[in-house]
């Protein structure tokens, strides 16, 4: 996988002992905390003071940024500020770091670089990207904590992101960028108006801002970088464009140069490629075979240093370990797609939608690395395989080698409505990844049931998943003890019908990828019907919750993105207990929108009711200006699912 730059996924905790009271504090940091805060609301935990960011370029192209911070904690949920993370990897060296604490009774604390300890991700196996990680002490409410470190670096991408925004307020923030004399630079604002810089002197800039508002964060939100505001710069010398951050098709090239002959085939390779394909004539079929031999055989394994967190391993090395990340694998399978007669092309992509600037090319903007796997015409791929319709290459079938629970013809649903860089030889194109349709990502619930004088609910639920709905289900059963495996079905039967108890369960094709998956529940949910006088009421919808609370509370400031399109059935057939008719049933519903629809219809014929109902969600994207619709179909699927038929006690 490549470099993740912005992503800690376990750190050490720190607890420093024998700090004494210092009179270090250097005069910025007194400065920002004499400054007068406005009134905050009572949830902020925190304000930024300064945020500031000191980037000087030698040259040779060594980038040194001094970072300045300030914070002034008012809630206890704000001591986290007074812990500092920094980068660091092998072409980056932190020479020096400090940090500052002003307590309420005055007290003043420093700590130092020789206070803090360097950690790395928990994901790779080996990897020379490290954080150092530095607890500043006296972070209470009330107390102001500051740090301040330098960075040197000879980075591989001539760019800088500064984002400037953050959860708390921000109360003053500068940027300033000083370059060679014969450098230049190109700056992109991101969700924040265009601010011209100050000019202080030959090649030296100053860009500052005060009084930014906080962005809350919401649940299903946009990815933070869609909505915080930042600057995003790049510089190079005048007389030259850099290959990695010039513009996409120069990216596209380096990375092309960067993976020159990483494909080439050893007789190993083409033996076991040949052998895997004997016997099949079904082009599909063949791509097929050759994608379930990487993604299951190959084990993801990250060893990454300095340019291999961009640049993969050779296809042979990877063949022989037996092992790689994300580009290795698909390395892998581009070379042995290739001994089949089938062209494979890298896509560079983010696993969090939306993270990219189409206007600011970068290299930066990539964590992933999937294939473009060119179909040949006689291929027949499924109806919802994830296609890319390219006008020179024609159909490219989109494949994560990485992903071992999303067969080929599904596409991972963080990589689905999302930008890529499209490698192909010696050129970069940024393209749109599809979306795939509802009717890829199915749940199918069939009940049959029977409703008893008492008021108990018995009988069995049979549940198909399709796409998404399956993966999901495969990943949170495949993996546990059978006696776990109960507990969970039970817990995702709760949550279907409340007070149900599962009384048996069964389940198939757990271990079969490219199939749907299905689970078999037996239940029975005590005083589900309820009598009053000759009357007997029950809920017609007996299964789930189609809607969402997410719109509840306070008015959302950001829009709403969902994981996938999805399309949900329930059919439901209750058989009544004797001696009851049907008095009342529910009204049939339907409710269609340009993003979802939802529509329910309830028949009796017989001695038995018989419940049906849809729900389509058609798009991932729920602009701020849709969102009063939503939460109108939320309030209309709740009170459907709040429907009761009413018996009446026969003469």
Known sequence: MLIKLCRLLSLLVIVLTGVTAVAGTPDWLRDAARVPLPSYSDDTDAVVLLDERVVTVAPSGEVHSTYRKAYKILRPGGRTNGTLYAYLDSQTDIPSLKGWSITTTGEEYEVKKGDAITTGYSEELYSDTRYVVLRIPGAQPGSVVGYEYQQLERPFVLQALWPFQDEIPVRHARFVLELPPTWSYAATWRNHETVSPQKNGDNHWIWELNSIDPILSEKEMPTWRAVAGQLEISYAPKDSASQSSGSWAQIGRWYSQTTKDRRDLTPAMRDKARAIVKGIDDPMEKISALASYVQHDIRYVAIEIGIGGYQPHPAQDVFTSGYGDCKDKATLLSAMLREAGVNAYYLLINDRRDYLTADFPSLLAFDHVILAIQLPDAASPEPFSPILHHEKLGRLLLFDPTDSSTPIGFLPTSLQASQALLVTDGEGELVATPLSPPSANRLLRVGTLSLEKDGTLKGTIEEISFGAYATVLRESLRNLPAKQRQTVLQSMLTDMIDGAVLTGASTSTLNKFEASMTVKYELIAPAYGQRAGNLFLFRSCVLGHKGSSVLEGKPRKQSLVFSYAS????????????????????????????????????????????????????????????????????????????GYTILRASE
């Open 567 to 642: 399309s949900e059935s329930d059919k439901i057939d209750i058989s009544l207990p004797d001696g009851y008719a049907i008095d009342e049933m529910p009204k049939n519903v339907k409710y269609d929108y340009p993003f979802a629809a939802y529509r329910s219809e309830t028949k009796a014929s017989s001695h038995e009711l018989n419940y049906v109902r849809t729900y389509e969600r058609k798009d991932v994207r729920i602009p701020l200006a849709k969102l009063g619709d939503l939460k109108n179909l939320y309030a209309d699927i709740a009170d459907d699912e709040r």
